[in-house]
C-alpha cells in the first residue's frame, strides 16, 4: 500500500529534510497524509538535528551511569553531584553552521542556547567554553570568521555576565569551508533545586515566556542537517540576532523560581523551536498538549502557524506550571519586564494539538514524532586510502630545522601559541570564582562558601581523529581528564560535541562509529560517564568533510581549593619531572604539520589503563601538596610543554633528556620525535626538591614511570644537547602567535 | 557599615560587590531599579554590568530608573555614591560625573590586569591609602575610554579629582598598554564634593589572594573608615 | 498620523574616533585610494504618531536631548522625516 | 572634488534588532508614548575624492556591497551626497 501513496514534490519534501521513504512512513503510521503544518513539524522532528537518526544507535553505545551522576543524557543538560549537595550542571554544543555564515550572531545565540540549557536546569551559569576550529589564518576570511566569532561569543558572555574561562582553538585546512563553534556551559545548583522538563498534570498551562517570536532561523535545525550548498546564501534569513540583555532577565527570573514546587516543569526554546520544546516537554511527562499560536506574541505581521511552530526566535523559555499560580508566575517574570504569555494546556492524549484561534491546523501523536524516527543506518567503511597514510614513519623524513627553531616555530604557531588574543576579550572572572583563569590547562572555579572547587576544559584534535577516528576520541577524552588532573582535580564527567561530515559517506559513518566506540572505551577506563552531548554532522562543504572532531567537554572536582596547581614554573631552584613514557612519535602531530606539512603515519599511541595510573598518581601527588605545578604535554609535546612552563612561570628551565643525546644509528626525525612527539599520558610537574624522596616513593609505589629531567631557573630554557633559547625570545614568539591574526 | 547595591536589568557585579563587601565584615543591601528607598545605606554602589544591555549607550537607559532619583538626592545631600564600570558609565550619562565613556581604542573588550597608581588619598575611598600606591585591580569593559574637553580636564587635574590613573606594573607611564586608551590615562574621578567616585576597574574583583590580587579590599576598608569617623563626629 | 523620522547621531569632530580610522583604512586597503576620511555614528529610525510635521519634528529633537544622544560627545541631525498612513 | 557622503547601514526589517526595543520602551518611558518603534543602526561618513555625483555615488555602493554592510543582515542607502571643495 505505502508505495503507492501520492508523495509531494522532491522540492517539498527538500524543505523539510524528509525522503519520500520516509514521507511514506509519516502517511503509514498517521493513516492519512499530513498537512502543511504537521508535514513541517515532522520534518523538524525527524531531522537529524531534532531526532539524531543517524547518530543515535551510535550513542546508546556510551557510558552514561555512575555513582555521582544525578542527571545523564536525555534531558536540557546532564548533572553530576559534586558533594556539599551541589550538584555540577552542564552541556556542550555546536553552532557551526550559523557561525559559517555570519560569524558573530552565529557564534553569540550559540552561546545563549547553550545557557538556556544550564539555567532552565535552574542551576546558575558560572562558567562558559568555547571550542573552535577554522582554516588556516593566512586566508582574509579565516582571519574574517576567527575574528567575528571571538567577538560573538564575547559579545553574549561579557554582556550577561557569565565567565568564558576556556576553551580552545586549532586551525587546520580541514575547517576552510566548515568551522567549528561549539561551546559549552556549566552551571552550578543544590540538588533539591534541580528542574527537569517534563510535564505533568493535564490541565496544567503552559507559559511561552520571554521573546516575541518573529521569522527567525525558520528550518534552522532542517538547515543544520544538510551540507552546506552555494543554495546556503538563499537561506541566510536563517541568521539570527541574539539580545543577551533579555536573556539575562529570563536568566535571573528563571533562576529565581527553580526549586519553586508551582513550577511543574521548564524547558527552553531551541533547534525547531516550539516544536520540539512543546513536544518533548510533554512526551517526556507521557502527556500530550495542546496549543494555541495564536496566543503566541509576535515581531512581526501576517506570521502563519507554521512559521510561529517552527520559529527559532531566541531568548524564548516554556514553562509548565501548577494551575492557578500561573498570574503569579507571570509577575515574577513581570518584575524583570518579561513578558509571559499561556498559549497551552497539558492534555493526557499523549497528541501535539496546535491551534489557530479556532481551528486545528496540526494534530499528531507524539509518540510518532519522538519515539518512531525514522532510523538511518548507512553503510560504514574504513577509508580505503588509511592503511597507505598510516603505514608512512614519521621519524624517516629529514627535520628541515634545527631543535632551536622548531621550537620556537611550535612556540608561535597559532595552534600551540599564546592564547590570551582571545580570552582578554572574554570577561574571565565576572562571578568572582575564577581561580585558574584560562592560559593554563583547565580553568578552576572556587565554590563560594565550602572548600571546593570545579575544574573544567574542552579538548579534541581533529589530526589524529583523521588518522585514526577511535584513538582520537580517546585522546580526546585522555587529553581532557589529564587538563583537569593538572590542576589537582579528579574528573568526574564528560559532555561531548561530535563534530563530523555527511553521515551517508561510509566513510564518515565509519568515522562517527568508530569515534564513539573510542569515547565510550575512554570513558570507561577514566570512569567518567557522559551526561550530556551534541551531535552536530554534515559538516561538509561541496563534498569535502571536515577530520572527524569530537570535542570533548570534561568537569571536575577539587576537594580543597588550596590544593590547587598552576601549570607555570613557581620558584627557582625546583625540580622538574617528566611523568609518564619517553618515545618518539611523530604522526599527526604539530611538528609534523609545521616541518613537512602532512599529518601521517600512526597517531600516538594511547594505553588507558597506564592513563589512569599516571593519572591517579599526579593527582595524588598534588592531593599531598607536592607539587609547585604540573602542565600536560600536549601539542608539542615534552619540549612545549617545558617552554610553556617556563614562560608562564617567567622562569628559566635546563634540563636534559637522554635519548637525545646519542642519535647516531636512529632514523633521521628521532631527536625531533623525542622532544616534540605527541606522546600520551605524560605531565611535567615541579617540586621543592626537599620533596623529592617523597614523590619519587608515592611514584613507585604506583608503578608510574618518571624521571627527574631538570631544575628551574635562569632565563633561558635549554635541553643539553638539543637546543637552548632565551626566555624572553621564547616568550615573544609564543605571546604573537595570534597577536596579529585580528582576533 | 550597610553598602547598598543597586540593580538595574542587565547589572552582574552586584553579588561580587555583595560578596567582597560582606568579606571585610559588612551588610550588603540590594536597591532594586524600581524602588526610590535606599534602606538607609551609608554607601551606595552603582555596579559593573550590561544595565539595559549597554543598547545606545552604556548607562544611557539605567540613569532614568527611578532609584537613581534617590541615589543623586542622596550623593547631593554629600552621600557616598561608587560607581564601578558601568556605575561609572550610568554616573556621567546622569551629569553626577564630567565626561563620557566610549569604545576601547582597541575597539576590543578587554578583561586583563591593570595597574592604578593612587592621584589623591583626599576622598572616602582612598583615604587609607598612600598617595602613589600602585594598586592591581583587574579591568573588563568594551567601552572605558574616558573622554572630556580639555577644560574639563584640567579642571579635574587643577581640583585633584582625578583619584586613579593607569599605570605600568612599576608605577610608570602606561602608554601602549592602557586598556582603553582613556585621556590623561585616567581610570578614576570623583565629584567636586568628593563623595561621587566613578572608576573603571572592578576592586570588588580584587579582595581575595585567592583571585589573584586583595587591593580592591583597600577601597571597601577606606569607606568603612571614613564612614566610622563621620558616625562618630555625628 | 504614523512619521517616519531617521535621526544620525555623531560623534563630535573633537572626539576621535577609532572605528571610523579602521573603516578609511579598511577601504583604502580594497583600493578605495580615494576615501578622505570615515566617521562612524548611530542612526536611529523611529516610527511615532503626530498631527503635524512640525510636531514630530520637536518630538524628536526632544527625544534627542533626553535620551537618544550625549550632549558631552555627541551631536545629531534629522536626515528625514515622513508622514506616513494615517493612524489606523 | 571632495565628496561628503553619509551612507546608513540597517537591520533588514526581518531581523531582530534588540537594541531598538530597547530605544522604543526608554523614550516610552520618558513619556514619549507616541513612539510605535525604533531602530538603531549605523551612519557612515565618508568623504572621498570623485569627479560627479555618479562616480561618487557609485564608488559608495561598491563600498558598501564590499565592506560597509553585513549582506547577511543588513541593508544600506545613501542618506546624502554633497560635493565639496574641489580637491587642494
Ligand atoms: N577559544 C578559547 N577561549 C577561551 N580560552 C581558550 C580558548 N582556547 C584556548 N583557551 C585557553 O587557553 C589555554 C590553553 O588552551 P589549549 O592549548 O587548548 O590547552 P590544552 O592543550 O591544555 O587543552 C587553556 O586554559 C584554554 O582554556
Ligand atoms: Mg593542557
Redesign the interface.
Given at each position: 500500500m505505502t508505495d503507492t501513496v501520492q508523495v509531494p514534490s522532491e522540492k517539498a519534501l527538500q524543505e523539510v529534510a524528509l525522503t519520500g521513504d520516509e514521507y511514506r512512513l509519516a502517511v503509514q503510521i498517521l493513516g492519512r497524509h499530513p498537512n502543511h503544518v504537521e508535514l513541517g513539524i515532522i520534518g523538524a522532528l525527524w531531522s537529524e538535528h531534532c531526532g539524531y537518526k543517524t547518530s543515535k544507535p551510535l550513542l546508546k553505545r556510551l557510558p552514561t551511569t555512575g555513582p555521582r551522576v544525578l542527571q545523564g543524557p536525555g534531558e536540557n543538560a546532564g548533572a553530576v553531584d559534586i558533594g556539599e549537595g551541589l550538584a555540577a550542571v552542564f552541556k556542550i554544543e555546536s553552532h557551526n553552521h550559523p557561525s559559517a555564515?555570519?560569524p558573530y550572531?552565529g557564534a553569540a545565540t550559540g552561546v545563549g542556547g547553550i545557557l538556556r540549557d544550564v539555567f532552565t536546569m535552574g542551576a546558575r551559569p558560572v562558567a562558559l567554553l568555547d571550542s573552535l576550529r577554522f582554516g588556516p589564518l593566512d586566508e582574509a576570511r579565516q582571519r574574517y570568521l576567527f575574528d567575528g566569532v571571538v567577538?560573538g561569543i564575547?559579545g553574549y558572555g561579557?554582556?550577561?555576565?557569565v565567565p568564558t574561562v576556556g576553551g580552545e582553538v586549532y586551525f587546520d585546512e580541514s575547517y576552510r569551508h566548515n568551522p567549528l563553534v561549539n561551546a559549552m556551559c556549566l552551571g552550578i545548583i543544590r540538588h533539591e533545586a534541580l528542574t527537569r522538563a517534563v510535564a505533568a498534570g493535564p490541565g496544567n498551562p503552559v507559559l511561552l515566556v520571554g521573546?516575541d517570536t518573529?521569522?527567525?532561523g525558520i528550518h534552522g535545525a532542517t538547515f543544520a542537517s544538510v551540507e552546506l550548498d552555494e543554495q546556503s546564501e538563499e537561506r541566510?534569513?536563517a541568521?539570527?540576532?541574539?539580545?543577551?540583555?533579555?536573556e539575562?532577565?529570563l536568566m535571573e527570573a528563571c533562576l529565581e523560581l527553580a526549586g519553586d514546587p508551582r513550577i511543574v516543569a521548564m524547558q527552553d526554546l531551541g533547534a525547531a523551536g516550539l516544536t520540539s520544546s512543546t513536544a518533548e516537554l510533554a512526551w517526556r511527562g507521557g502527556c500530550g498538549i495542546d496549543l494555541d499560536v495564536s496566543k503566541a506574541p509576535r515581531?512581526?505581521s501576517g506570521m502563519t502557524p507554521y512559521e510561529v511552530m517552527l520559529s527559532e526566535?531566541?531568548e524564548r523559555m516554556l514553562l509548565v506550571v501548577e494551575r492557578g499560580h500561573e498570574q503569579a508566575i507571570q509577575e515574577a517574570f513581570a518584575k524583570?519586564?518579561l513578558r509571559s504569555d499561556v498559549i497551552g494546556t497539558i492534555t493526557d492524549t499523549e497528541h501535539l494539538v496546535v491551534r489557530d484561534g479556532g481551528d486545528v491546523v496540526c494534530d499528531l501523536p507524539l509518540r510518532m514524532v519522538i519515539d518512531d524516527v525514522p532510523m538511518r543506518h548507512p553503510e560504514a567503511r574504513r577509508p580505503a586510502e588509511l592503511d597507505a597514510i598510516l603505514a608512512r614513519d614519521p621519524l624517516a623524513a629529514t627535520p628541515p630545522f634545527d631543535a632551536a627553531t622548531a621550537l620556537l616555530r611550535l612556540l608561535g604557531s597559532p595552534n600551540i601559541g599564546s592564547r590570551r588574543p582571545i580570552?582578554?576579550?572574554?570577561?574571565?572572572?565576572?562571578?568572582?570564582d575564577?581561580?585558574l583563569?584560562p592560559g593554563g590547562d583547565a580553568a578552576l572555579l572556587?565554590i563560594?562558601g565550602t572548600s571546593l572547587a570545579v575544574a573544567v576544559t574542552t579538548d579534541g584534535n581533529g589530526r589524529y581523529g583523521r588518522l585514526d577516528p577511535r584513538r582520537g576520541a580517546e585522546i580526546a577524552v585522555a587529553e581532557a581528564a589529564r587538563n583537569v588532573v593538572a590542576t589537582g582535580a579528579e574528573p568526574l564527567a564528560v559532555t561531548n560535541c561530535l563534530n563530523f561530515g555527511n553521515p551517508e559517506k561510509p566513510e564518515v559513518f565509519w568515522q562517527l562509529s568508530e569515534a564513539i566506540d573510542g569515547i565510550a572505551a575512554a570513558c570507561e577506563a577514566l570512569q567518567t560517564p557522559v551526561v550530556s552531548g551534541n551531535v552536530s554532522l554534515y559538516n561538509d562543504t561541496t563534498g569535502i568533510s571536515i577530520d572527524p572532531t569530537p570535542v570533548i567537554g570534561m568537569v571536575g572536582r577539587l576537594e580543597d581549593?588550596e590544593r590547587r596547581v598552576g601549570a607555570g614554573f613557581a620558584a627557582d631552584g625546583d625540580a622538574v619531572f617528566l611523568i609518564g613514557p619517553v618515545a618518539a612519535e611523530l604522526g599527526g602531530s604539530e611538528y609534523q604539520r609545521i616541518a613537512h606539512g602532512v599529518a601521517e603515519g600512526p597517531p600516538p599511541a594511547l594505553d588507558l589503563a597506564l592513563e589512569r595510573r599516571v593519572q591517579d598518581a599526579v593527582r595524588e601527588a598534588a592531593r599531598q601538596g607536592l607539587l609547585r605545578s604540573a602542565h600536560d604535554c600536549a601539542e608539542g609535546g615534552l619540549a612545549v610543554a617545558l617552554a610553556e612552563s617556563a614562560i608562564l612561570g617567567g622562569r628559566g628551565v635546563r634540563a636534559a633528556v637522554r635519548e637525545t643525546e646519542h642519535p647516531a644509528g636512529r632514523p633521521p626525525s628521532w631527536v625531533a620525535g623525542i622532544l616534540f612527539g605527541e606522546t600520551q599520558s605524560r605531565f611535567l610537574v615541579s617540586l621543592e626538591m626537599e620533596l623529592k624522596v617523597e614523590f619519587r616513593a608515592l611514584l613507585d609505589q604506583r608503578e608510574v614511570s618518571y624521571r627527574e629531567i631538570g631544575v628551574i631557573g635562569g632565563d633561558r630554557i635549554t635541553v643539553e644537547g638539543a637546543f637552548d633559547v632565551p626566555l624572553d625570545e621564547a616568550s615573544a614568539a609564543f605571546d604573537a602567535a595570534l597577536l596579529d591574526s585580528h582576533a | 557599615m550597610r553598602f547598598g547595591i543597586a540593580v538595574f536589568?542587565?547589572t552582574?557585579?552586584d553579588?561580587?560587590c555583595a560578596?567582597?563587601v560582606k568579606l571585610d565584615g559588612h551588610e550588603a543591601v540590594e536597591l532594586w531599579h524600581k524602588d526610590r528607598d535606599l534602606h538607609g545605606v551609608d554607601c551606595v554602589i552603582l555596579p559593573?554590568?550590561?544595565s539595559?544591555?549597554?543598547?545606545l549607550r552604556t548607562g544611557a537607559v539605567a540613569r532614568f530608573a527611578p532609584l537613581m532619583d534617590s541615589v543623586q538626592e542622596f550623593a547631593a545631600g554629600g552621600g557616598l555614591v561608587w560607581g564601578i564600570c558601568n556605575g561609572f558609565q550610568v554616573l556621567c550619562e546622569a551629569h553626577m560625573l564630567p565626561g563620557a565613556l566610549v569604545r576601547n581604542g582597541s575597539l576590543?573588550?578587554?578583561?586583563?590586569p591593570s595597574w592604578l597608581r593612587v592621584e589623591s588619598t583626599d576622598t572616602a575611598y582612598t583615604g587609607a591609602l598612600r598617595s602613589g600606591q600602585v594598586l592591581q585591580i583587574?579591568v573588563?569593559h568594551?567601552e572605558g575610554r574616558f573622554v572630556a574637553d580639555a577644560a574639563t580636564l584640567d579642571l579635574l587635574e587643577e581640583q585633584r579629582r582625578v583619584v586613579f590613573r593607569y599605570v605600568a606594573p612599576d608605577g610608570g607611564a602606561v602608554g601602549e598598554a592602557s586598556p582603553n586608551g582613556s585621556l590623561r590615562d585616567i581610570a578614576g574621578i570623583v565629584s567636586e564634593g568628593r563623595n561621587v567616585l566613578g572608576m573603571m576597574p572592578?576592586p570588588?574583583?580584587a579582595?581575595?589572594q585567592?583571585?589573584?590580587s586583595a587591593d580592591g579590599m583597600e577601597l571597601i576598608r577606606s569607606v568603612a573608615a571614613s564612614l566610622s569617623r563621620t558616625a562618630s563626629f555625628a | 498620523m504614523i512619521y517616519a523620522v531617521e535621526v544620525a547621531v555623531t560623534l563630535k569632530p573633537v572626539v576621535n574616533d577609532p572605528q571610523g580610522l579602521v573603516v578609511r583604512d579598511g577601504l583604502r586597503q580594497l583600493g578605495f585610494s580615494q576615501v578622505r576620511s570615515a566617521r562612524v555614528g548611530k542612526v536611529i529610525a523611529l516610527e511615532l504618531e503626530a498631527s503635524s510635521d512640525g510636531e514630530a519634528r520637536a518630538a524628536v529633537v526632544e527625544m534627542c536631548e533626553k535620551l537618544l544622544r550625549n550632549p558631552v560627545i555627541e551631536d545629531f541631525h534629522i536626515e528625514s522625516l515622513v508622514a506616513g498612513a494615517e493612524v489606523g
Open positions: 555564515i555570519e550572531q567577538a564575547g561579557n554582556c550577561i555576565g521573546a518573529g521569522r527567525d541566510r534569513p541568521v539570527q540576532v541574539g539580545n543577551p540583555f533579555l539575562k532577565c515581531r512581526e526566535s531566541q524583570w519586564d580570552f582578554r576579550r572574554y570577561d574571565h572572572q565576572v562571578g568572582d575564577t581561580v583563569a572556587r563560594k581549593v | 536589568p542587565g552582574w557585579s553579588r561580587d560578596h567582597a559593573g554590568g550590561f539595559y544591555g549597554d543598547y576590543q573588550f578587554r578583561c586583563e583587574p573588563s568594551g572592578h570588588e574583583r579582595c581575595e585567592l583571585l589573584g | -
